[in-house]
């Protein structure tokens, strides 16, 4: 079964510095890949994914992310952050084996990035 | 568009007493999920359902039942309550849940279980 590691559950950075939050998936098959953000008391939303194609994937609020399949990667990095971007982040990936044609996401642990000024 | 919907926004229950959660979405989406977040575990796929009269099991249906009789609605059920249920449950949807859709989240309801 696919399995995805994020490898901190907390990152503290100051305003203004740059960030990159690890993500680590356990299959080389073909996968597809997602970076959600969870601002606080709120649902879930896409941040960018990969799919195919340019392995770096732009995504919304200045965010990028590389895939590297080698090392079965895909870490999230943006160059300088702002307090707005104090959430709670989370990897998954599509599982390749879909049931009745719909895809299973599977997330990771999640990372909670807290910007100080 | 509402989106996502999820009512209620948090519940206190007690351990035995069953409850429903409610979901819905107004964007005409065949694909619903519900997710549990636990802390340090990220979320994880309770039940989903691909269309109206058609659900399926996830990763951690025990404890819990759903049925999908319209487009829009996607109720959870507990039907006795445990405290190992006290968690933040999510409901997501997505155009037809296809490998790579962007699936679209509710805010969330905060369960405890005394």
């Known amino acids: 079964a696919q399995s995805v590691t994020q490898l901190d559950s907390q990152v503290p950075v100051f305003e203004e510095a740059p960030v990159e939050l690890r993500c680590n998936y356990s299959?080389?098959?073909?996968?597809?890949l997602f970076w959600y953000v969870q601002y606080p008391n709120q649902g879930l939303q896409l941040l960018l994914k990969?799919?195919?194609?340019?392995?770096l994937v732009k995504g919304i609020n200045g965010f990028e992310a590389e895939f590297n399949k080698s090392q079965t990667s895909f870490h999230l990095r943006k160059p300088s952050v702002h307090i707005s971007d104090t959430a709670e982040y989370f990897c998954?990936?599509?599982?390749?084996?879909?049931?009745?044609?719909?895809?299973?996401?599977?997330f990771g642990q999640g990372t909670r990035l807290t910007i100080n000024p | 568009n509402a989106g996502v919907t999820q009512t209620p926004k948090f519940q206190v229950l007690k351990t035995g007493q069953s409850m429903t959660l409610q979901c819905a979405q107004d964007?005409?989406?065949?694909?619903m999920s519900w997710y549990r977040q636990d802390p340090g575990m990220g979320l994880r796929l309770i039940h989903y359902?691909?269309?109206?009269?058609?659900?399926d099991q996830g990763e951690v249906p025990n404890g819990y039942n759903v049925s999908r009789s319209t487009t829009e609605d996607f109720p959870l059920r507990l039907l006795s309550a445990a405290p190992s249920q006290t968690s933040v449950y999510f409901c997501?949807?997505?155009?037809?849940?296809?490998?790579?859709?962007?699936?679209?989240f509710g805010p969330g309801t905060r369960l405890t279980v005394t």
């Open positions: 990969y799919l195919s194609g340019s392995t």
């Open positions: 964007m005409n989406h065949e694909y």
């Open positions: 997501a949807s997505s155009y037809r849940g296809l490998r790579g859709e962007e699936q679209y």
């Open positions: 299959s080389s098959v073909s996968v597809y």
């Open positions: 359902s691909v269309g109206a009269g058609i659900t």
């Open positions: 998954a990936v599509s599982d390749p084996v879909e049931v009745q044609g719909a895809q299973k996401l599977v």
